[in-house]
């Protein structure tokens, strides 16, 4: 693939769009340029399954008239002032909203960081379809596997450009190239599945094709003929990869959003300990060649790393501009634009880790179950009760013994919360990010 977005052309576009808007009598207005380009290929035994090529440009013009607010998108700007009457009508009618408005001048972002997002190196299909290829003979090398669920490889180049009536103007390009392969083992009806992934900003810093194969090969090998286990309260352990979901219900409940509404089980613990003292939470938004990293918010803000939970004390939401107006508080740009407004969201999420290894824990929990697989997605919001189907490997003597599936793992998160463990294993390559984590007292529903 061929980089081929220009990002001047599209500032000059958008800040066209908003003179045009303060011409046709907005009292304020922004425009926001979501621009990409996708080339994705997918194998399977030994062929091309799939290829995929995709490029997208849209704009939203988003107008204030007085606490009015209207918003117009299109694809083609041939017709600049057009459409910034239509968004004024259409905002002069509108409703007021006590919260809305652009955000603060003296807040926003007068020079952006170097975060090293995108990786300009050009990415052929024929390259892609051979790493997919690589990765999927190597699943299908290891003993026991017995046929390919697919394997699949893509490069991805995304841009956010911003202008805005008070002043701001600014864009980003952030590459993305991941690639996957999913092996089946086993045969007949004890068949099970499993797969390994890699996601980047550069192309380079992706685990050897190799490597994701033969680990999904060895995972879905090491996951034949589970047994289910009797109902029972013990110890559970979430690999990396289970783990993150667990801080991921932790962003949803600390959304300004919701906690303006309130809607989560955490909207009234701010400045309580919900975690054990010693845990660490922090959003970074200006970590290099990270996923999650963006060089200002969707207000144009100047934005900076975040402290979340401290010695396992909660010290901030996820704000955005009208989500703070809304609760009395000062937006820690956290704002994401998506086409008609803003909402709050994490950059680089992070669960800091312990001090124990992976091996350790196993070790000291002695019985429970170790979860490597996560199924539905059983959490209630607003009480924070937890149940969701796992799968992985029983804990017997302080060891991995035997894989176990058809199970249920049932609590309640701010109890989960209050009693989680964290390894020294982060898994640091994706925007949110855990080390392994260990949470006892959660009720195994089975046989």
């Known amino acids: 693939m ?4 220009d990002q001047q052309d599209l500032e000059a576009r958008a800040a066209r769009l ?16 979501i621009t990409g380009q996708f080339l994705g290929v997918s194998v399977r035994e030994g062929k091309v399954e799939e290829t995929e090529r995709s490029e997208s440009d849209g704009f939203t013009l988003r107008v204030f008239v007085g606490q009015k607010v209207a918003s117009v998108s ?4 041939d017709d600049l002032p057009s459409l910034a009457v239509r968004a004024v009508a259409m905002a ?19 020079s952006l960081p170097s975060l090293d997002l995108l990786d300009e190196s050009e990415v052929s299909a024929d390259e892609l379809r051979e790493a997919a290829l690589v990765a999927e003979a190597a699943g299908l090398a290891v003993s026991g596997v017995s046929k390919s669920g697919g394997a699949s490889a893509s490069v991805g180049v995304g841009g956010v450009v911003l202008a805005t009536s008070a002043g701001f103007s600014g864009s980003y390009l952030i590459s993305r190239h991941s690639l996957s392969m999913t092996a089946v083992a086993g045969d007949g009806t004890s068949m099970e599945r499993d797969y390994d992934f890699d996601f980047r900003t550069h192309r380079r810093d992706l685990d050897d094709p190799v490597d994701i194969g033969r680990r999904a090969g060895e995972r879905a090998v090491r996951r034949i003929n589970p047994r289910k286990v009797d109902t029972c309260t013990t110890a559970i352990i979430f690999e990396p990869r289970a783990a993150r979901t667990l801080v991921g ?14 809607t989560n089980f955490l909207c009234d613990q701010m400045g309580k300990r919900i975690f054990a003292p010693g845990i660490s939470i922090t959003d970074d938004p200006l970590k290099p060649r990270a996923t999650g990293s ?12 975040l402290t979340m939970v401290e010695d396992g004390v909660l010290k901030a939401w996820f704000l955005d501009g009208p989500t703070a107006r809304e609760l009395g508080l000062e937006t820690n740009a956290r704002a994401t634009r998506g086409g008609a407004g803003t909402s709050p969201s994490p950059t680089n999420l992070a669960l800091a880790p312990g001090e124990m290894s992976p091996e350790d824990m196993i070790r000291e929990i002695g019985e429970g179950l170790y979860v490597t697989d996560l199924i539905g997605h059983g959490v209630n919001p607003v009480t924070g009760d937890y149940s969701r189907g796992v799968s992985g490997f029983w804990i017997e003597n302080g060891e991995l013994t035997y894989p176990v599936s058809e199970v249920t793992v049932a609590g309640n998160l701010k109890d989960m919360f209050a009693r989680l463990r964290p390894a020294n294993d982060p898994d640091l390559r994706f925007s949110t990010s855990a080390p392994t984590v260990a949470i006892e007292g959660l009720t195994l529903a089975g046989r």
């Open 249 to 262: 219900h932790f962003a949803g409940a600390v959304n300004g959003a919701s906690v303006a509404r309130k």
């Open 74 to 77: 299109a694809n083609a700007l």
């Open 18 to 33: 908003v003179e045009a808007a303060r011409t046709a009598g907005a009292d304020a207005a922004d425009a926001v340029a």
């Open 92 to 110: 002069r009618v509108a409703p007021e909203d006590p919260y809305a408005g652009l955000g603060d001048e003296t807040r926003l972002a007068r």
């Open 2 to 5: 061929t980089l081929s977005i």
């Open 294 to 305: 963006r060089p200002f918010d969707g207000e144009g803000l100047e934005i900076a790393p």
